[in-house]
Nanobody, 126 residues
Framework: QVQLVESGGGLVQAGGSLRLSCAASGGTLSRYAMAWFRQAPGKEREFAAA????????YYGDSVKGRFTISRDNAKNTVYLQMNSLNPEDTAVYYC???????????????????WGQGTQVTVSS
């Protein structure tokens, strides 16, 4: 079973940037679409971004579009989320996710995820 491990979270000032990484162990990510979700305290888990297996197609949630970029390096078995122009509303636990097979990425929700990472905290101060 592939395990997903996120890293790169932390504390950043508003307007700053962070890059999250999601590394896989126990298997390969290269055959799978991948995604990032986030969950703020007291809120539902929210779709942030998704990428197809090749990296050629990406999708973004409205709240991060234009500021976040999802990418992948299949040779390194790693998926990334570059986050720019961060604001306090971006404060959340960020989760790496592997969608279930056959799910349309543009319709992806937390219900369609087959595997989750443990999450990494991102805190944006004003």
């Amino acid at each position: 079973q592939v395990q997903l491990v996120e890293s790169g979270g932390g504390l950043v000032q508003a307007g700053g940037s962070l890059r999250l990484s999601c590394a896989a162990s126990g298997g390969t990510l290269s055959r799978y679409a991948m995604a990032w979700f986030r969950q703020a305290p007291g809120k539902e888990r929210e779709f942030a971004a998704a990428i197809d297996w090749s990296g050629g197609t990406t999708y973004y949630g409205d709240s991060v579009k234009g500021r976040f970029t999802i990418s992948r390096d299949n040779a390194k078995n790693t998926v990334y989320l570059q986050m720019n122009s961060l604001n306090p509303e971006d404060t959340a636990v960020y989760y790496c996710a592997r969608p279930r097979a056959g799910v349309a990425l543009q319709l992806l929700s937390a219900r369609n995820v087959g595997s989750w990472g443990q999450g990494t905290q991102v805190t944006v101060s004003s």
